[in-house]
């Protein structure tokens, strides 16, 4: 078998394009990536492009290692993680004791300083909610929905309800408001003309 040696000046070119693939998975038929880098997706048309600006849009290879600055994060850069280790990720950030179980916003914090991967926050708020423990332990921080009844009435002028109506055209008396009474029960309705809609009229009126 033969060997033959490659010089780094050819291999350099080829480290993004393998590292790229191997993060967004294989160019498909319509010649189109299937995941993201950034906000716009790659086509074979662009690729070129594209690889030669990925570092412009945060991304940075040390050492064989790809890392992503972030707006987010100011104080280190985030560690590129693939598809096959985002599982393991949010296992060692929400799923074991020391993780507490977060929400999806607590998780996202804590895997956000050190990681980044497209999509990361859906796929954390995902993994949140399918969470077993979660949905088994975590109580909900929603109030108990109220009981909604229909009153019963036992006799007539039990319960009253009141209300206003108006400013109207003063009458010769110089009133221009309607006092409402009605009987919740046999919904009778009272109407009582007052000058002004003031407690004390309205006792008055009662009396």
């Not at 038929?29 to 412009?56: C, H, I, L, Q, V």
């Not at 708020?125 to 077993?132: G, L, R």
């Not at 909900?140 to 209300?163: C, H, I, M, W």
């Not at 003063?170 to 009582?192: A, G, M, Q």
Request: proline letters at 6%.
């Amino acid at each position: 078998m033969r060997s033959c040696r490659i010089s780094k000046q050819v291999l350099a070119p080829l480290v993004d394009t393998v590292m790229v693939m191997w993060l967004l998975g294989p160019i498909s038929d319509d010649g189109s990536y299937p995941g993201k880098m950034g906000d716009r997706p790659m086509s074979r048309s662009s690729k070129d492009e594209n690889f030669a600006n990925w570092t412009n849009r945060g991304y940075l290879m040390n050492q064989g290692i790809l890392y992503r600055y972030s707006p987010e994060v100011e104080t280190e850069a985030q560690l590129v993680v693939t598809v096959q280790e985002r599982e393991r990720v949010l296992q060692q950030h929400h799923d074991v004791p020391t993780a507490g179980h977060y929400g999806a916003e607590g998780t996202y914090k804590k895997v956000a300083s050190r990681y980044y991967f497209p999509g990361m926050r859906k796929y954390i708020a995902e993994y949140v909610k399918n969470c077993p423990d979660c949905k088994r332990c975590k109580p909900s921080n929603q109030k108990p929905t109220g009981l909604l009844r229909t009153p019963v009435y036992v006799q007539r002028f039990e319960t009253l309800a009141f209300d206003f109506f108006g400013p109207l055209p003063e009458t010769s008396s110089d009133k221009k408001k309607i006092f409402l009474v009605d009987d919740t029960n046999t919904k009778w309705v009272e109407f009582f003309a007052l000058k002004e809609a003031t407690s004390v009229n309205c006792a008055k009126t009662l009396d």
